[in-house]
């Protein structure tokens, strides 16, 4: 499943999240997801606002702070209101890494929420000066952020959605008052999260874009046009402000991607020698982690006779840049190589099967209606495994097998 994120009035953290709910992200799945990493102090629900023409959804996260005053930009979330650390009042960005990794969030939603923290807090640490791991969210801001990113990478997941584009973003004007004091907009963070991105100017004076809405873009979309689809469904989520200038709203459209699409991507390609093989894993993590769609690792021979690795690198324009930067400070490479290329794709989409052990998302690549492309996903079936004690493949067959009995389509070998 591919999807369009249009921008209508800007984006923030809540506003995708509820884009993704109106567009079919049950909201309960969603919930639950966020309550795995056991963060208190929140409850959250959604209700209609008007916005413009448009009925749209709102997602609303409560705190248990009664001081706690949100701020009236786009979105509730606090992105940009990080410092020092304060004394106990504040969550560094290393310990929220801890935080995420140690959970038992799904595979795919904590790699998005890790990419998506690790987005902004790098984007701090160059506005503050300092390294992403010493930046601080204050507490309350910290917790609106989890809520929003890992809430938004859980609704993504549900709805099986694996390549986002997001059109120009509009920046607005004027200032905010931060835990700085007062800061100018659109905020430092928000610009240096969305390097490589298209933006525009906005009619709306305050803040259209938020650091952890920009952080979101950063992480997880490309920049570009309405990709060619078979449009499934779409969803509207409305922001907190509402202005009259303009409908504040971020419209979601989901589709079925066009069978042999071709998409524009650049690969990135370096040999190095200076890795032994425990450093592979890490370094193919953190490809994926700065956007990469693809990535591995192959053996070379290189001059003198050295062993050494070839290590390739397949992402959209707009995230060349940081892949590149993992590269080079995860390979231990003095540089790398790119090129322009074309890459066709199958219209993918996702379906969850019951098995015996448990549901399982199913990844299906189609071209006119046949189905040329079957696999169940690994991570479901590597936990069931784990959880059942069996191997992993005979939760892969259970799946299939459970897949064709219930008559899922015709599947060209």
Not at 231 to 250: I, K, L, M, Q
Not at 287 to 302: E, I, K, N, R, S
Not at 355 to 376: D, M, N, Q
């Amino acid at each position: 499943m591919r999807a369009f994120v249009d921008p209508v009035g800007g984006i923030a953290g809540d506003m995708l999240v509820a884009a993704l709910i109106d567009a079919g992200a049950p909201l309960d799945s969603v919930l639950a997801e966020v309550a795995k990493l056991g963060v208190t102090g929140w409850s959250a629900r959604v209700e209609t606002a008007w916005r413009g023409p448009f009925a749209a959804t709102r997602f609303i996260v409560e705190l248990d702070d009664p001081q706690h005053d949100h701020h009236h930009g786009h979105g509730h979330d606090h992105g940009h209101d990080h410092d020092h650390d304060d004394g106990g009042h504040s969550r560094r960005w290393a310990d929220i890494r801890v935080l995420l990794e140690g959970s038992t969030l799904t595979e795919g939603v904590k790699r998005r929420a890790l990419a998506t923290f690790g987005v902004l807090a790098a984007a701090e640490g160059r506005v503050h000066g300092m390294p992403a791991d010493a930046v601080s969210f204050h507490e309350v801001g910290a917790v609106d952020s989890i809520v929003d990113i890992v809430a938004a990478s859980a609704a993504l997941d549900l709805l099986g959605i694996d390549d986002i584009v997001v059109g120009p973003l509009p920046l607005g004007s004027g200032s905010v008052v931060a835990a700085h004091g007062r800061i100018p907009l659109p905020a430092p963070a928000t610009v240096e999260c969305l390097r490589g991105f298209l933006v525009e100017g906005s009619v709306a004076r305050g803040e259209t874009v938020t650091p952890t809405g920009a952080a979101l873009v950063a992480a997880l979309m490309r920049s570009g046009t309405m990709p060619a689809m078979r449009v499934v469904r779409a969803g509207t989520g409305a922001g907190t402000w509402d202005p009259a200038s303009h409908p504040n709203v971020v419209r979601v459209i989901l589709g079925d991607g066009d069978a042999g699409a071709v998409e524009e991507v650049i690969e990135l390609r370096a040999e190095v020698d200076g890795l032994t093989g425990e450093a592979v894993p890490p370094l193919v993590d953190a490809l994926f982690a700065a956007g990469a769609v693809d990535a591995y690792v192959t053996p070379v021979l290189m001059k003198k006779g050295r062993p050494g690795l070839l290590v390739t690198a397949l992402c959209a324009p707009a995230e060349s840049r940081a892949v590149g930067d993992a590269l080079l400070r995860h390979g231990r490479t003095l540089g790398y190589r790119s090129t322009s290329c074309a890459r066709v794709v199958l219209a993918r989409r996702h379906e969850s099967v019951a098995t015996e052990f448990g549901e399982v998302r199913v990844k299906i690549g189609e071209r006119e209606g046949t189905i040329l492309h079957l696999a169940p996903e690994f991570e479901d079936c590597a936990r069931h495994a784990a959880a059942a004690s069996v191997p992993v493949v005979e939760v892969m067959a259970a799946t299939l097998l459970a897949w064709s009995a219930r008559g899922g389509g015709s599947y060209s070998r």
